[in-house]
């Protein structure tokens, strides 16, 4: 079973990743404003009329996966360029529980019914010393990117013919001792569940547009960070030649071209420093 062939069952039995996986069409709502505060994210968003939108880049899973290893500043940039997580009382990002109220019905119901509806379904966090703000803990975002890093290491194992490392699944999977034990399809198994939950989390869903130019289904990650992180990341996971860990920082990275099966590559920081060439070296008198 390859490596392509069987991530890919997720997407349908067609078992053809639409064009938009990766990219998500539509946008994601930023902030209009963000403050680092003791370990946590404020943020708030704008009135309806000013709100702040981005289009995900080509390159946004790999920086953010990058944020597990940054200063606090950093996620905070990012955070006010690309979106919040919008985490909730659960500790999860809030698309986890959607209202379960369409919007074309809302309009219809009763404020009080309405309030009804909504009571169950979730949303990010106020702060509780400024109750006009939202905040999310910057040990979330670190978890996330973590998980990122970890689902492509495991997958570039399991392509290799060799089990995730123990403590890649107890970063997916809080505990890692049965899992790694499992033979590797069984891993297979439980990589596609990974990603398929944050598929879940995300609210990923097809949505059709109707327009002039012709009807379209795409793909929409609730105009959210985490719905495009989660997207670029089934993106990845079906395409092995994406992205590539770092054999010195540990790093995700896009190759300029696909590695050979065992071979280690390098990201551009590692690979113009000097502790890329102690590294090398050292590899290659192990192989001598």
Sequence with gaps: MTYRTFLKTFVGSGGQVPKQLGLPTGTVLLPDYVKLVNGRLLWSLSTPENLRWAEPDGRLLENFARLAQAPDVDIAEF???????????????????????????????????????????????????????WSEQLSSWKTYANQVTAMMSIAQALDGGERGSAANWTLLCG???????????????????VINGWLEMANVRPVVDLNR????????????????????????????????????????????????????????????????????????????
Excluded at 247 to 262: E, L, V
Aim: glycine letters at 8%; one cysteine or more.
């Design 79 to 133: 955070a006010n360029t690309w979106g919040v997580l919008g985490i909730c009382k659960h500790g999860m990002p809030h698309t986890h529980n959607p209202s379960p109220v369409p919007l074309h019905v809302a309009g219809t119901l009763t404020e009080r019914k309405l309030a009804q509806l909504l009571a169950n379904s979730c949303v990010p966090r106020r702060d509780r010393n400024q109750p006009g703000l």
């Design 175 to 193: 505990t890692a001792e049965s899992v790694y034990q499992m033979s590797l399809d069984t891993q297979w198994l439980r990589l596609t569940l």
């Design 213 to 288: 130019n012709g009807p379209q289904v795409t793909l929409s990650g609730s105009a959210t960070l985490f719905g495009a992180v989660a997207l670029q990341m089934a993106s990845v996971l079906t395409r092995a030649d994406s992205l590539s860990i770092c054999a010195n920082c540990g790093s995700t990275f896009q190759p300029g071209r696909k590695p050979r099966k065992g071979q280690r590559s390098f990201c551009k920081d590692c690979a113009n420093n000097r502790t890329y060439s102690k590294h090398a070296m050292r590899i290659r008198r192990q192989v001598s």
